[in-house]
């Protein structure tokens, strides 16, 4: 069961012994090898010890916490929501006895192989390579020391070296070096029969007496009553922003999956780092999610520090429809610190202006060590992925700059400091397909006065490609989105450079393409439907929708690569093109239990357990039924059965709310705010 706040995240059980146990992470908690460390496991013996036979654990949602109880104990679980700091408070009848201990498998130096390095950037090149460094940890019985921490050199001279960017080392981002992190479990207060036990989280780039310090310094500022009536109160405001509920029937199933999956969104919610797609901080023990892969806890597939930037819009995209606007944050600033590295790789590559971000991304911004390729050859263009997935594939930070304008749509942010940002990522694509036209022939447009986006790459499917609809669309959508908000000439001018997106005829029917033509198909993603998802362009309401119809229905990749598990789309598209029968049926796939005790635990997917791009497709899915927007318009039940019970509260753009409640076909309730948007509601059930 999950439990946790600001950027903590525990996994919390009891065995059968009646002894309770945890597991805990601490986002940015990033080793020398960019592995995603947990911070320990915490043992929580009684004595006498839980009643299996009374035993009840309960995710008390609306006040952020996990009570574990037998009618005679009780422990109640909770982390503060702006502190780093976790509570552990023991009740019970008189005699009880407790003990909280700490175990931490780190305990010596230890070398990673090949498989199991696919918990960190080396990946499949870790044998020989990659050493995981043992941790500090100094216990007593009531008090626990222990971090984890980082040298001068990391995986991110390694990896600079590798991409022969030496010379402008000292300009990059490095958030590995001398990196500590790790925490103190003490116990607070002891009366009677109760113990109060905290374990306080600290992290600092700098010397083990800082961290200390810092260390010390939130620990003098624990204020027991007062944090947990702030940290309940934020929980209980962040329900009450946005809901979907629904009482019997199958959406039901749908509805409360989605409020299991939020909570575990909104326990990172503070955090300077992003949720991780593959796994956030709730990954466990890996030998449940694979046999083959008997680790330590820390083990998941595809990376720590590495951000599968396709994967980890999934994870976002849902928190504008939520209204959980904070929390998009720490991705924004994601990029926001690794601009500069990005437009250094277009300086040093190619010599052009620009920020070319790659798709398989460290926290530092340079492409993985392992995906860029360890047996490139010599002549083999520096700026690229040497690799037949990744190669010319950098259009997903597009998704990014288009949630950063319309988070200014729905919230009236301060995006000013992101604003260079989509600049930049616009003139990258602008500037290197001149480039590239250039080097091929005399001109760098084509007769039409477009640039040719070849070679391309629609999502890691359509490979070589030429005029890419992923591509095409995500830079028009962003660049007209930011002209309506920034406007400058430069964007204006873009604009009027970029290609039509590609379409073509199956069986006589008119329908979106992949691109004009490529070379292979590699992968089982659907870049003909970006246009509908996420780009907007095609919908209901929206002009031409059975061209996008045709696509979902009649062309056979897309048939082929249809489902509902990991980062499958399909239930949003369903959703986007009105077609309510197909939207049900997918979403319920979608969102139905997982395969682990807590049902919002999907997996493994394509990745890792908890999958947090299923969950996050499944967010955007159920959101899409229910709600959907074109121009001004505020489209009501645009894919929603007529037979299913449903009260929500979603967001929309201009700052609004949308509350309504529809029973037995009829809407019995709907408030919008502000009024003034009523006039723009239009029922589409």
Known sequence: MPCGGGDIGLNVWVEQDGVLRFYLCRSGSFDENNTLLKAGKFVLQLSPALRMDQFRQTLHLNDGYVSVEDGSTCVDIWVDTDKPVVHVEVKGVKGLRANLHYENWRSH?????????????????????AFTSCDSVMQSDEMALFYHENGPRTIFDETVSQQGLDSVASSLYNPLRNLIFGGRMRLL???????????????????KQEWLRRLNTTEDGIRTASDKKRSRKWW??????SFIESEGGTASTMARNYTLFRYMLGCNAKSDWPT?????????????????????????????????AQNQRLVYWPMLRSGDFEMLTPQFEFYRRILETAQLRSKVYWNHQGACFAEQIENFGLPNY???????????????????????????????CLMILLDKEYSDADISSYIPLIKSVLQFFDNHYQLL??????????EQGHLVIYPGSACETYKMAYNPASTICALRKVAEKYVELVDTAYVQSLLQRLPPLPFRECDGRRMLAPAVVWERVNNVETPQLYPVFPWGIYGVGRPDIEVARNTYLYDPDALKFRSHEGWKQDNIWAACLGLTDEAVRLNRQKLQDGPYRYPAFWGPGFDWSPDHNWGGSGMIGLQSMLLQEVGDSILLFPAWPKDEDVHFKLHASKKTTVEATLRNGEITQLSVEPQSRRKDIIIWH
Request: aromatic residues 16%.
């Open 370 to 400: 392992a995906e860029y390729g360890t047996k490139r050859p010599e002549y083999y263009d520096k700026g690229l992925e040497y690799n037949q997935w990744l190669e010319y594939e950098w259009d997903t930070v597009l998704e990014f």
């Open 276 to 308: 991780k797609f593959n796994g956030g901080l709730f990954t466990f023990d890996p030998e449940w999610v694979d046999a083959k892969c008997a680790f330590t806890p820390d083990f998941r597939k595809w990376g720590g520090g590495t951000h599968t």
């Open 109 to 129: 130096d230890r070398a990673l192989d090949r498989t199991e390095g696919q918990q960190c950037s080396y990946k499949w090149t870790a044998k020989g390579k």
């Open 236 to 241: 209980n405001d962040f329900w009450k922003r």
């Open 189 to 207: 207060s002891k009366t009677g029969s109760s113990r109060h036990y905290t374990i306080t989280m600290a992290t600092l780039q700098g010397v």
């Open 437 to 446: 036209a250039s080097q091929r022939g005399r001109k760098s447009l084509d």
